[in-house]
Each structure stands twice: as C-alpha cells, then as structure tokens.
T-cell receptor, first 110, second 113 residues
Framework: GENVEQHPSTLSVQEGDSAVIKCTYSDSASNYFPWYKQELGKGPQLIID?????GEKKDQRIAVTLNKTAKHFSLHITETQPEDSAVYFC?????????FGSGTKLNVKP | EAQVTQNPRYLITVTGKKLTVTCSQNMNHEYMSWYRQDPGLGLRQIYY???????DKGDVPEGYKVSRKEKRNFPLILESPSPNQTSLYFC????????????FGPGTRLTVL
C-alpha cells in the first residue's frame, strides 16, 4: 500500500514568519493530496488540496506544491499567526483510500 | 447546519464487550469513512463506504465491522474489543466523489480495559 512520510514532527516559528511542512509518498498512482488542520479536541479540517495534474495551488496565506517526479508535496504558510497553531496532516488518495502522514505540530509564538 | 455527528464522544469499556459507535451525516454524502488516530501514527483508515450497501476495507480493518444500510449512517462495530483498539476514532464523509472535501466528525475517544 501507500506510505506517506511527513516532516518535521514539530515546528516552532515566530509570528509573521513562514512555515513549511513536507510530505513524501511512495505510490505513483496517488492522485489527490489534501492537507488538514486539527485543533485541540476537534476533528481534522481540510485547509487546501491539490490534484496530481496541478503543480501548485494557493489560497491566501496557504499554498501547496506538488512534485510528482520526486513524489513529494509541501504546505507553505506565510505570515503565520498564533491562530495557525495546530497539528497539520498531509494525506494521499489512492484507489478510494486515504493515507495520512504522522502529523506536524505547529507552534506560532506571538 | 451541515455536520457529521458521532456518538458516544467518550467510552470506557472492557475487553470482549461488543460496542457500536454511531456516525451520521446530514449532507447527503455518498462517501463515508472511519479512521483511528494514535500518537505518532497520524490517522489510519479502517473502513470506507462508497454508497449504501457498498463497503470496503481500509488500511487497518482487523477487529472492526461496518454497515451502510442508509446513506446518512455508517456505524462502526467492535465485536470483541481489545486494549489495542484504545484510540481516538473519527468518522468522515464527502460528497459525490472520494476526492471531494472530506468533513470529519468530532471524534470518539475509546478506552478498552
């Protein structure tokens, strides 16, 4: 099956700085890559996604890039704010199934 | 309000005592799924359903059962729970296709003693 690796496991940045979270996947058949934000005590919430026919997607301060050749995709958050503090998960979709990374705990210091 | 609901939110039980965690969505979604979340492992998919009466195994289906008799409901059944099934469980649903936005429920924290 698919294997998704996510790095780093924790990330601490100063408010206003950028944060980058990276994921790799193993199966070239994976075709959809969502990113989720999970706040304490809540379920994950989709923040951005990208399909395999697209190299980059941006939504305000959040962007995702995909390199199919290298099988990696990244989440970029610019101008971080304290409310961005949460756990972020990447995922890969493959034949109706989802495979998640192990998560990144982002701490944005005021 | 569009939402995915799960019950119970918290459950402590003993080994071998059958239990069911309910999941319901009010968005007329076709795709529903169950995940378990464990520290350091992220979320792992247990079972999913493409539509009524259509279910299939995810990555970690052992020890679990599901059913999809109605479009809105997708219960997770543990016939004989064991301590290694102690975890945080999430139900999720998405619209017409599996790559539509997936909406997650609030989670069910299960402890098996």
């Amino acid at each position: 099956g698919e294997n998704v690796e996510q790095h780093p496991s924790t990330l601490s940045v100063q408010e206003g700085d950028s944060a980058v979270i990276k994921c790799t996947y193993s199966d070239s058949a994976s075709n959809y890559f969502p990113w989720y934000k999970q706040e304490l005590g809540k379920g994950p919430q989709l923040i951005i996604d990208i399909r395999s026919n697209v190299g980059e997607k941006k939504d305000q301060r959040i962007a995702v890039t995909l390199n199919k050749t290298a099988k990696h995709f990244s989440l970029h958050i610019t101008e971080t704010q304290p409310e961005d503090s949460a756990v972020y998960f990447c995922a890969a979709h493959n034949f109706n199934k989802f495979y998640f990374g192990s998560g990144t705990k982002l701490n944005v210091k005021p | 309000e569009a939402q995915v609901t799960q019950n119970p939110r918290y459950l402590i039980t003993v080994t071998g005592k059958k239990l069911t965690v309910t999941c319901s969505q009010n968005m007329n979604h076709e795709y529903m799924s169950w995940y378990r979340q464990d520290p350091g492992l992220g979320l792992r998919q247990i079972y999913y359903s493409m539509n009524v009466e259509v279910t299939d195994k995810g990555d970690v289906p052992e020890g679990y059962k599901v059913s999809r008799k109605e479009k809105r409901n997708f219960p997770l059944i543990l016939e004989s729970p064991s301590p290694n099934q102690t975890s945080l469980y999430f139900c999720a649903s998405s619209g017409q296709g599996t790559t539509d936005t997936q909406y997650f429920g609030p989670g069910t924290r299960l402890t098996v003693l």
